[in-house]
């Protein structure tokens, strides 16, 4: 019995070990079933099997890299964003007709910017398409037709001192863009100029706003010469078609100040339709029916037209004689009766031409005025101010030319070569002494007074006109062609008391035939 207590806790071991693989078992069997609800009789211990985590979304692409905005177009930016926009803001300030203008300033420099960046991109076109120039013309002609259709208004200076130097912004096909916008702001600054007279003053808005548009042109030039001091250039080793960087200008980030502008209006709402839940739309109706073209009229019958074509000679059988009492260019009382003017062109059996009515003065676009010396030509043209005295310091070998000079006083000091005017209205004009000769075109109310000594006086088509000659200009020989109305002042004698002698120059010729030659003679008047 004593050896019976080992074999004993043997066997107890073995069958603790059998209920312990038989639990095992069962749990194994439990966790390769698949995840549903517990099923009656499941041992308490079995646990419940793990959910698989979901899988995650693959990130987006990232968006590609915008390209870097050029230098160039970010100084441009930070001329509008500064300069111009203070500009456009003190407009505002005045109100009106100038903010209205000075928005669409903001506009063409915004349209200018878009024209610069197109360069950056494109290859250079050949010939340029007009959609490169748009907008920039649309603000053009907005800027002049806020001027044109408004010179009753007593803010006229500042709209043409605007619509003037906008032109400066064409500044594209020249070679030295620089100069050429300095060279405007001479244009601006003969309306700004009143402006700054009349409100030095009385409001200090208006001076501001005037000098700060000044300053847009001064730092455009500027920006010019740091950029474009040739000209405009473009990518034309790597750049693309003008239009397709049009394109993708317009379609990248707005330009620097674009924010000031009103935004545009949304878009008209689009009717509802019955559609059924879950269907398509329904197609459009289909067009309807044209209507049937009206029948034609029908043409008139020609065959009486052509029968009497056909008689021949035999056609003026049936014309009535014309008795001489019914003809009235034997008969003048017949003519007093007609009601048609003799000689019209109704009498003539045509019709009167329409008469071309030429531009007024005031409405013809005005150019700004310039004194240039180009090599050895001074060249002055489109000056209008009569208090202002234009002065040109002249030297020997340099020539001088004047044209479309109105009520304008110009003194030449010096001895220059050689003067030629034309087309100017009421030019006063000072010289010290020439070379050669002072040649007057068409130029109607024209004074002249010379100090030293002057050749030659050639005048042609002027009407109207007075010469002050000194006593070293009295060997001055004078031509004229086709004028009228010519005075000479000749200075008084030496040591005498005498008054200034007018001497007005002969305007018509006798002509008659002498022993077989033409003879001409002036035809002088006795008083």
Known sequence: MASSGPMHNFTTLIKRLEAATSRLEDMAMTLDEPSSPK?????????????????????PPAAPA???????????????????????????????????????????????????????????????????????????DSLN?????????????????????????GWFFESKPADFVADMIGGIEYYGNKV?????????????????????????????????????????????????????????????????MPPPPPPPPVPALNVPSGGAPPPPPPPGIPPAPAPAAPGPDMSAVFDQLNQGEA??????????????????????????????????????????????????ARKPPRKDLEGNKWLIENFESPEEIIDISAQQNQSILITRCNKTVIKVSNKANAIAIDNCNGLSIIVDS?????????????????????????????????????????????????????????????????????????????SYVKDGVLVNEIVEHAG
Request: net charge positive; proline share 10%.
């Open 39 to 59: 099923t009656a009789g499941a041992p308490a211990s079995a646990t419940p099997a793990t959910p698989e985590p979901p899988k995650l979304a693959p990130p």
């Open 66 to 140: 915008a390209a870097p905005i050029p230098p160039q177009i970010q100084d441009f930016d930070a001329l509008i964003k500064g300069d111009v926009q203070n500009y456009v803001n003190l407009g505002e300030k005045i109100g009106g007709l100038v903010a209205e203008q000075s928005r669409a300033v903001l506009q063409a420099f915004q349209a200018e910017r878009t024209y610069l960046y197109v360069s950056t991109k494109a290859k250079k076109p050949e010939p340029q398409p007009p959609e490169l120039m748009t907008d920039l013309h649309k603000a053009s």
């Open 145 to 169: 037709n806020i001027r044109e259709s408004n010179r009753a208004s007593p803010l006229f200076n500042h709209l043409s001192a605007v619509a003037e130097g906008i032109v400066a912004l």
């Open 196 to 260: 700054l007279k009349e409100y030095k003053e009385k409001d200090r808005t208006h001076v501001e706003y005037i000098q700060a548009y000044y300053q847009n042109f001064k730092a455009l030039a500027a920006y010019l010469k740091k950029h474009y001091p040739k000209g405009l250039t473009w990518n034309n080793e790597s750049g693309v078609d003008a239009l397709e960087a049009l394109k993708q200008v317009k379609g990248g980030p707005a330009p620097a100040g674009a924010g000031a």
């Open 315 to 364: 056609i003026t059988s049936g014309l009535r004689k014309v008795d001489k009492s019914e003809m009235t260019h034997k008969n003048p009382s017949l003519r007093a009766g007609s009601t048609a003017p003799e000689g019209s062109s109704a009498v003539r059996g045509k019709s009167p031409a329409p008469s071309k009515k030429p531009k007024p003065q005031n409405m013809r």
């Open 434 to 510: 020439l070379v050669s000769s002072l040649d007057v075109i068409k130029c109607p109310k024209f004074a002249l007074q010379i100090d030293g000594t002057v050749p030659t006086l050639l005048l042609d088509q002027v009407d109207g006109a007075t010469v002050f000659l000194g006593q070293q200009s009295l060997g001055t020989e004078v031509f004229t062609s086709k004028c009228s109305a010519i005075n000479i002042m000749l200075p008084p004698k030496e040591g005498t008391d005498e008054d200034t002698k007018e001497c007005p120059l002969p305007e018509q010729i006798k």
